[in-house]
């Protein structure tokens, strides 16, 4: 069957085949469309003329609707949030396990730090859980979730400040081994050792109070640790000297320069060049001579030029 359809407007006539299975789709589509819209102002005109009885009636099956549909999406809510609280948890699990790893962490700093285990309470158990406990455990009540997350709070707060004050304490090593006189000022042979030797201009046995170290004239002293320069000048026997405090009972030497670089008063740092290196004063040739004293007495500097930062 076909519908024709004739309009001023169109030269062509419409023409819409029912026979066409989308046009008898569309018909019965406006169909029942227009069967609704009947039935609601049916329903509507009903309604304005059924007694006040049947109208409150109707309110309360209106009502109940609602209730129920308000129960649907409450129950929708609740697997929500049971999602929710279950990715929570797998959260909670990860933060654990990092927690665990920081924990692992800190015990390793210590050990290498060889800090004293004492102060730190790395030791303390892992938290209870972990990501497989976590996600295996399915946590029904937030309380469970929230004490979790406060507990694990905590044990990150304490573990910052664990961290904080080992990491102090590591700087605070690492500037003691600045202060410490360690390598050689000056890269060359060691001509002669520490103690009693025969002297070089009389041969009378006396005693050698550092270490001689021959280099060329002109050699770049650099300081063996972190100080400030005590004396620049001119000393009876050592030449043009350099002496260096290094604030820990330590204080260092370096003579027979042939030209002083620092002042007195100056703040020097490992490794700065503090002198060239000469034969002034009582020398036989370009070396550096150096001395290492610790608290107030000359000691041997072997060990020192010898060990390593
Ligand atoms: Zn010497």
Redesign the pocket.
């Known amino acids: 069957m076909q519908i024709i359809l004739v309009s001023r407007s169109r030269k062509v006539p419409r023409t819409i085949d029912l026979g066409s299975r989308r046009i008898r789709w569309k018909m019965a589509a406006l169909g029942a469309l227009a069967v609704g819209t009947c039935m609601v102002m049916g329903a509507a005109v009903a309604l304005a003329l059924a007694s006040p009885r049947d109208q409150a009636l109707a309110q309360i099956r209106d009502l109940e609707r609602t209730v129920g549909q308000q129960n649907q999406q409450l129950a929708e809510v609740r697997r929500d949030a049971q999602r929710n609280l279950d990715a929570l948890a797998i959260k909670l699990g990860q933060l654990q396990a990092q927690s665990t790893r920081l924990n692992a962490l800190g015990e390793r700093l210590a050990q290498m730090g060889k800090l004293d285990n004492g102060e730190f309470d790395f030791d303390q158990p892992p938290p209870v859980g972990g990501v497989e406990d976590a996600s295996a455990t399915s946590y029904t009540l937030p309380q469970t979730l929230e004490s979790g997350i406060d507990q694990l709070a905590s044990q990150f707060d304490a573990q910052q400040a664990q961290l904080s004050a080992l990491q102090s304490l590591l700087m605070d090593a690492r500037i003691d081994s600045n202060l410490k006189p360690t390598g050689m000022p000056v890269q060359g042979y060691i001509s002669?050792y520490f103690g009693r030797r025969p002297d070089p201009f009389n041969g009378h046995i006396a005693r050698?109070?550092?270490?001689?170290i021959a280099v060329p004239l002109g050699t770049p002293v650099h300081a063996v640790a972190e100080g400030m320069v005590t004396f620049a000048g001119v000393r009876n026997g050592y030449g043009k000297v350099i002496e260096i405090d290094h604030g820990n009972g330590y204080m260092t030497r370096y003579?027979?320069n042939s030209k002083l670089i620092a002042h007195p008063g100056q703040r020097v740092r490992v490794g700065d060049v503090i002198a060239d290196a000469g034969s002034t004063g009582r020398s036989t040739g370009s070396?550096v001579?150096f001395e290492v004293w610790y608290k107030g007495r000359v000691v041997n500097p072997l060990a020192y030029v010898r060990s390593h930062r």
């Open positions: 002669s050698h109070t550092g270490i001689d003579a027979h070396h001579h």
